[in-house]
């Protein structure tokens, strides 16, 4: 296994910045021998091949970590790719839960499911896979149960500047 190329790899799929540490972690069992050196050296020459060959993405280092990242220049494109996206159509069941979750939030899955009257865990996932919800926090009682809210992308896709533009249950009847 080439270390440049499982880096890459490792970057590639990961959505927030991972530190190289985090990295001889995930290939401890592959390259036993791996060191903290040989990564910050496998991410140096990735980040120079990425600008000698103006690729329309950077290696980034954020937040003690390192990141593919879209060139800035790209923003508009990839702000229209994802707005595209999320509005793809939901189903049913999905609009209803998100309308729950919207109006609700933050809420726990226990909740949501006791006036759905259904389990909802899979169409939560559906709509965190989309970015439309997201977990923002756990309520405070043995369990600790997760509590579930909208994200920036839901206000995005729904055309709504804030929460508090969501009609009230009763303008909607």
């Known amino acids: ?10 970057l590639f799929a990961c959505d927030d910045p991972v530190t190289p540490a985090k990295i001889v972690e995930a290939l401890k069992e592959a390259i ?8 910050d050296e496998a991410i140096r020459q990735l980040k120079a091949e990425y600008e000698n060959t103006n690729r329309g993405f950077a290696l980034e280092e954020i937040a003690g970590g390192v990141q593919l990242l879209t060139r800035p220049q790209f923003a508009d494109i990839i702000a229209k790719l994802r707005r595209s996206k999320a509005e793809k159509k939901l189903s049913a069941a999905a609009l209803e839960t ?6 609700k939030q933050p809420v726990k899955r226990a909740d949501l499911e ?6 909802s865990g899979e169409v ?16 405070d009682v043995p369990g600790a149960p ?8 839901f ?7 804030s929460l508090e533009d969501l009609p009230r249950p009763e303008e909607v009847k």
Not at 1 to 10: D, S
Not at 32 to 39: A, F, R, T, W
């Open 1 to 10: 296994m080439e270390l440049k190329q499982a880096v890459e790899a490792i």
């Open 32 to 39: 036993p021998d791996l060191k903290k050196g040989d990564v």
């Open 98 to 103: 998100l309308a729950i979750i919207a109006y």
């Open 114 to 119: 006791g006036i759905r009257g259904v389990a």
């Open 124 to 139: 939560i996932r559906a709509l965190m896979e989309r970015r439309l919800v997201k977990i923002v926090g756990r309520e």
């Open 146 to 153: 997760v509590q579930y809210g909208t994200t920036v992308d």
């Open 155 to 161: 206000l995005e896709a729904f055309g709504i500047k």
